[in-house]
């Protein structure tokens, strides 16, 4: 009698066209050949959609949409966008299967506000389709590699879904160290990184300078370690700021894109020029946020993300509410996905003297600044300011005096064009989720 397992695996067979077009690895195959795997995948995505969950269902009907109208990529401009409304407070809203089919359910964070968003996956989608394409020039980790996940694994999709690509996706070692969950402290991760030496890290911009203070005061010197890459997600930050983590650590530090409802979206490549897409995963397209028209290669506008290998829980044109306009030319890397380049949201912007200033364009200039530390705040109120507040620890060493306050203030104002108060503080809290950068009062 064959066990569960068995049965589980003697039945899995990825959907036919992906073993039809994926003839090697994804970021190896030529433009056309893409091209023709995209077309075919959404095609199965919106007649499945169609024929299995009644979301999609009544949006197409109401919209006069049938699965055949759905013949190329173009056409994916007809179908109905799906909205973060739409999800928030319920949970099966994307369902497309039996619900006994469900292997995994991750919530969102939370850090957005409103009703929570769940997303699922049945085993199928979990590990056939998502593991099918892979990437091996954009996210180099191969057998042998040591990587320490330090994001969240818990009410975040963030570390599980490394966890997956790194054990079942790259066959690489994986520590699941976390961050900040019920036994991860930076502490304990800086002793398991003196014991296991890893080669690759995954984490958050902000933890890693956590994770690279608390190595000092254990005496770990971060460049001792065998890193060969350092991966980072889950928020952003400016070039400045990445360039003190690639110094603190000593190796390379790319970006990967991705969200719970979408999965991965974007990996950098090494010359750090935007976010290569992951098309083998994802169709993206920039729409203008107000219309919904689907603006040209160059136009700023909204991300909108189809999933091209969810067919149980199926996510087709999700607005991702993240602004940003790709770039189609081709990179130095060799690479040929097009890049996508991120633009922050008018939500997180500050306002002073009328000018409207995204948070990371402010970061920029104070990194470039090296009496300033790595922690800070934008102390700011909503709506319109008279000037920028910026309250700072200073680097190791570093003496608050006024005459600093005042040359400090002055060189910021000079790159912004707008006053500037410096405020200097001993420490500012390490925050355990995402960091807070800007402080509205
Ligand atoms: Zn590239």
């Known amino acids: 009698m064959a066990s569960k397992y068995e049965k589980r695996i003697k039945g899995a067979r990825p959907l036919p066209f992906l073993t039809r077009y994926l003839t090697g690895p994804a970021d190896s195959l030529s433009p056309a050949r893409i091209a023709e795997y995209q077309k075919a995948a959404?095609?199965?995505?919106?007649?499945?959609?169609?024929?299995?969950?009644?979301?999609?269902?009544?949006?197409?009907?109401?919209?006069?949409?049938k699965p055949q109208d759905i013949s190329k990529v173009a056409d994916l401009a007809k179908m109905p966008f799906t909205t973060k409304a739409e999800l928030r407070g319920n949970p099966w809203a994307l369902l497309a299967c039996d619900k006994k089919d469900i292997s995994l359910i991750h919530v969102s964070t939370g850090t957005t506000?409103?009703?929570?968003?769940?997303?699922?996956?049945t085993w199928k989608d979990l590990y056939l389709h998502d593991l099918a394409p892979e990437y091996p020039k954009l996210f180099d980790i191969d057998p042998g590699d040591i990587c320490f996940n330090a994001l969240p694994h818990e009410?975040?999709?963030?570390?599980?879904?490394?966890?997956?690509?790194?054990?079942?996706?790259?066959?690489?070692?994986a520590i699941p160290a976390g961050k900040g969950g019920a036994y991860s402290t930076p502490e304990k991760s800086i002793k398991l990184m003196q014991d296991l030496q890893p080669n690759v890290i995954m984490t958050t911009p902000s933890y890693s300078m956590t994770l690279a203070e608390v190595a000092?005061?254990?005496?770990?010197?971060?460049?001792?370690?065998?890193?060969?890459?350092?991966?980072?997600?889950?928020?952003?930050?400016?070039?400045?700021?990445?360039?003190?983590v690639e110094k603190i650590w000593g190796t390379k530090a790319n970006f990967?894109?991705?969200?719970?409802?979408?999965?991965?979206?974007?990996?950098?490549?090494?010359?750090?020029?935007?976010?290569?897409?992951?098309?083998?995963?994802?169709?993206?397209?920039?729409?203008?946020?107000?219309?919904?028209?689907?603006?040209?290669?160059?136009?700023?506008?909204?991300?909108?993300?189809t999933s091209l290998l969810r067919f149980d829980t199926?996510?087709?044109?999700?607005?991702?509410?993240?602004?940003?306009?790709?770039?189609?030319?081709p990179c130095q890397c060799g690479i040929s996905f097009p890049r996508l380049f991120m633009r922050g949201r008018a939500v997180d912007e500050v306002v002073v003297k009328g000018v409207n200033f995204s948070p990371f364009y402010l970061e920029e200039f104070l990194m470039r600044l090296p009496e300033v530390g790595n922690w800070y705040h934008f102390v700011v109120k909503e709506g319109n300011n008279e000037s920028l507040k910026i309250r700072t620890e200073l680097a190791d060493g570093v003496k608050p005096t006024l005459e600093l306050a005042?040359?400090?203030?002055?060189?910021?104002?000079?790159?912004?064009?707008?006053?500037?108060e410096f405020e200097f503080v001993s420490k500012l809290p390490r925050p355990q989720s995402k960091t807070i950068r800007v402080v509205r009062q």
Request: aromatic content about 10%.
């Open 256 to 305: 990967y894109y991705g969200s719970l409802e979408a999965g991965v979206i974007g990996i950098e490549c090494d010359a750090h020029t935007g976010y290569h897409i992951t098309q083998g995963h994802s169709l993206v397209e920039i729409v203008e946020p107000k219309t919904g028209e689907v603006l040209q290669p160059g136009e700023i506008g909204e991300i909108v993300v």
């Open 42 to 65: 959404l095609r199965e995505v919106v007649t499945r959609a169609y024929k299995n969950s009644s979301f999609y269902q009544e949006k197409m009907n109401k919209a006069g949409i």
């Open 155 to 173: 009410m975040s999709s963030a570390g599980l879904s490394f966890h997956k690509v790194f054990i079942d996706g790259c066959q690489a070692t």
């Open 314 to 329: 199926p996510l087709i044109r999700y607005r991702t509410q993240d602004l940003g306009y790709i770039d189609p030319d």
């Open 406 to 420: 005042d040359k400090l203030a002055s060189k910021m104002e000079f790159s912004l064009g707008i006053p500037c």
């Open 113 to 121: 506000g409103g009703e929570q968003i769940y997303i699922m996956y």
């Open 216 to 244: 000092r005061e254990s005496n770990l010197d971060p460049q001792s370690l065998p890193l060969k890459k350092m991966w980072l997600t889950g928020e952003g930050c400016s070039p400045a700021f990445r360039t003190r």
